[in-house]
């Protein structure tokens, strides 16, 4: 069965530096997402990105966050300058058609910042 | 801003029993709702879609939407000890993302 697939599974980092995660979408889907989840908080959403752009972005998603689907298979998540508050759960997912579709998450980094 | 509002639980159910679970939500123009599993520490995984009014049955559950009460819950029948989780509604208003809400946790008691 097809699946969205992310790495690394978890990342510890210091303040300040710059990580970059990793998602494989389901081949055929169009759009793609990021979502976070905080220890024991909701899952927020980040940003969704269709036809090589940003489609719609939190408020979360500012300036330190970036996006990018560097070939024909990878979605990655950059933050250029992690805080002590950027340390959650990102998912990656995925959906077929137009966003109102239905969504399948692959299984998260936990991103710890130190 | 999008809310959407699940029952706080805990909810504890006996093996075998019926768990029903609750949703609302604020945005009218939602059109697409969804029911995911999370078991602790992994990802939301899909378990139900539900677009147009009325119930929706998929195996041992049911989902239920009404639209001009804003709400759409869940029924897990014959619960099993396997049905422990966090259940999580979430909410698509023909924009480009998925609202949320906060979880109800199931605890199945064999």
């Known amino acids: 069965e097809p699946e969205v697939t992310q790495t690394p599974s978890h990342q510890v980092t210091q303040m300040g530096q710059e990580v970059i995660l990793r998602c494989v979408p389901i081949?055929?889907?169009?759009?793609f997402y990021w979502y976070r989840q905080i220890l024991g908080q909701k899952v927020e959403f980040l940003v969704s990105?269709?036809?090589?752009?940003?489609?719609?972005k939190s408020e979360i998603f500012d300036d330190q966050f970036s996006v990018e689907r560097p070939d024909g298979s990878n979605f990655t998540l950059k933050i250029r300058s992690t805080k002590l508050e950027d340390s959650a759960m990102y998912f990656c997912?995925?959906?077929?058609?137009?966003?109102?579709?239905?969504?399948?998450f692959g299984q998260g980094t936990r991103l710890t910042v130190v | 801003q999008k809310e959407v509002e699940q029952n706080s639980g805990p909810l504890s159910v006996p093996e075998g029993a019926i768990a029903s679970l609750n949703c609302t939500y604020s945005d009218r123009v939602s059109q697409s709702f969804f029911w995911y599993r999370q078991y602790s520490g992994k990802s939301p995984e899909l378990i139900m879609s539900i677009y147009s009014n009325g119930d929706k049955e998929d195996g041992r559950f049911t989902a239920q939407l009404n639209k001009a009460s804003q709400y759409v819950s869940l029924l897990i029948r014959d619960s099993q000890p396997s049905d422990s989780a966090t259940y999580l509604c979430a909410v698509n208003g023909n924009d480009y993302k998925l609202s949320f809400g906060a979880g109800t946790t199931v605890t199945v008691r064999a």
């Open positions: 990105f269709y036809n090589n752009e940003i489609s719609e």
């Open positions: 997912a995925s959906t077929y058609g137009t966003p109102n579709t239905e969504a399948f």
């Open positions: 081949s055929n889907h169009l759009y």
